[in-house]
């Protein structure tokens, strides 16, 4: 049995959505974890090492973190068409775009957010208008990330703006990327039930 442990707006709200995609019948398993503001806190139902989410559980295979895990799904379920299969065009992309989403997008989002991009930090990731500039060279080749066709990689690079919507830059292919992104059924019907008044 697959099982995504899953706390509610959270990281781990684009992997349920790519998990409605891919096999509606993964089990998810809610969780609490602890939130920036001191609230919650680790839920002994979640086997996360350090208690956090997205964590994935597929007979013996663990994973933690959305790239990982998002590579793991989409080659688990290839028929899907989220991703390119090994050998196709395409699939070195995919792969740059999962990376340079942990290991750029995230930090930068997370330091423009908290207002602590010092130059040390902008020297290491980037700065958020250089974000925006990667994305913005991408687009203008097609709608999406990898041209013409929609892929997981979409679904992480767009999520951070989906919940942060006062983050999409005025640059119009970005905002109508987000939007084309945010359309997706799975996506939209995530994002309607967890910014939903409780």
């Known amino acids: 049995m697959t099982t995504l442990y899953h706390a509610p707006m959270s990281r781990s709200s684009s992997i349920l959505a790519l998990v409605r995609e891919l096999d509606p019948t993964i089990d998810v398993q809610t969780v609490t974890v602890r939130r920036p503001d001191g609230s919650g806190g680790p839920d002994p139902k979640n086997p996360h090492p350090e208690g956090r989410v997205p964590y994935l559980v597929d007979g013996a295979e663990h994973l933690r973190e959305r790239g990982a ?4 799904l989409t080659d688990k379920y290839p028929d899907a068409g989220l991703a390119p299969k090994v050998g196709e065009p395409g699939r070195g992309a ?3 775009w999962l990376s340079y989403y942990q290991g750029v997008m995230e930090p930068v989002f997370i330091m423009t957010m908290l ?4 130059p040390e930090l902008i020297r290491a990731y980037g700065s958020f208008d250089d974000v925006i500039a990667s ?7 097609g709608p999406y990330l990898l041209g013409k066709h929609y892929s997981a990689a979409d679904l992480l ?10 983050m999409v830059p005025d640059n119009a292919r970005i905002r109508d990327w987000v939007a084309r992104c945010s359309e997706r059924p799975s996506v939209a019907q995530v994002v309607a039930e967890e910014m939903a008044p409780a």
């Open 69 to 72: 895990i998002v590579l793991y």
């Open 157 to 166: 690079c767009a999520s951070p703006f989906q919940w942060m919507p006062h």
């Open 115 to 118: 207002d602590q991009a010092t």
């Open 94 to 96: 995919y792969l740059a």
């Open 135 to 141: 994305l913005d060279r991408a687009l203008q080749k």
